[in-house]
């Protein structure tokens, strides 16, 4: 009968072990469930996050480009009024040139006139 009583007593011990075992089992399958659901979230996180930071860079080189045409529209800008200052400049020499050559021929002519008024110049075809 002990041995009749122990061999019950192991059947039940490896009942336990194996109902042990398989909610030991069970246990581990819904926690790798919950780990599988975390790791495929943190993958679309991640997908999203590199989603953003191309878009970030594209959003970045467009901001680069748009940077260097402002400098080169500032060169531009910059040549421009130099190339106006130096127009501006040979503009006011080409100007008080022909204010000289004005003044100088009005003075010329005050000379010769003054000069046939007074006599001492005489006017062609007049004999003195």
């Known amino acids: 009968m002990s041995m009749n009583l122990s061999a019950k007593l192991d059947d039940l011990q490896r009942g336990d072990r194996q109902l042990e075992t398989t909610v030991a089992l069970c246990e581990i399958r819904s926690q790798l469930q919950e780990l599988t659901k975390s790791v495929e979230s943190c993958q679309s996180e991640v997908s999203e996050v590199k989603r953003d930071m191309v878009a ?12 260097e045409e402002i400098e ?33 021929l009005a003075a010329v002519l005050g000379m010769l006139q003054f000069g046939y008024n007074t006599g001492v110049i005489n006017a062609p075809g007049r004999v003195r």
């Open 72 to 104: 080169e529209l500032r060169e531009y800008v910059d040549r421009l009024e130099e190339h106006s200052q130096r127009r501006k400049l040979r503009l006011l020499e080409q100007g008080l040139t022909f204010f000289l050559s004005y003044a100088i």
């Open 56 to 67: 970030i860079k594209q959003e970045l080189d467009t901001v680069q480009q748009v940077k």
